[in-house]
């Protein structure tokens, strides 16, 4: 007669691995890209597809006072665009609410 229960399992071991499953390369990149004079967009790319991005931006756009969108691009799939160049307030407010971890984050641009 064997005692199973005293095997060790950890149920939650399958669960640390898929949490980052979802992002693209580990990373998410923040770049900002050039409009037209002194305009700018900043784009978030690899977020994990668990977020709902809609309300990442209705916050972000609140938070920053700017304007922003959920775009689906054919290669990297949906990308958050926020008008101005919003680098670091983005870079923070992903910190700050756990979305991200700080080692996580790459960022691009001049």
């Given at each position: 007669m064997?005692?199973?229960?005293?095997?060790?399992?950890?149920?939650?071991?399958?669960?640390?691995?898929?949490?980052?499953?979802?992002?693209?390369?580990?990373?998410?990149?923040?770049?900002?890209q050039?409009?037209n004079?002194?305009?700018?967009?900043?784009t978030v790319q690899?977020?994990?597809?668990?977020?709902?991005?809609?309300?990442?931006?209705?916050?972000?756009?609140?938070?920053?006072?700017?304007?922003?969108t959920?775009?689906?691009?054919?290669?990297y799939g949906?990308?958050?665009?926020?008008?101005?160049?919003?680098?670091?307030?983005?870079?923070?407010?992903?910190?700050?609410?756990?979305?991200?971890?700080?080692d996580?984050?790459?960022?691009?641009?001049?």
């Amino acid at each position: 007669m064997s005692i199973q229960n005293l095997n060790t399992f950890d149920p939650f071991a399958d669960a640390v691995g898929s949490a980052n499953e979802d992002v693209q390369d580990g990373l998410v990149h923040i770049r900002i890209q050039q409009r037209n004079g002194r305009k700018t967009l900043t784009t978030v790319q690899g977020l994990s597809s668990n977020y709902d991005l809609k309300k990442i931006v209705r916050t972000c756009k609140k938070e920053f006072a700017c304007n922003g969108t959920v775009i689906e691009h054919p290669e990297y799939g949906e990308v958050l665009q926020l008008q101005g160049d919003q680098r670091e307030n983005i870079c923070q407010f992903l910190t700050k609410t756990g979305l991200v971890k700080q080692d996580q984050l790459k960022v691009h641009g001049f």
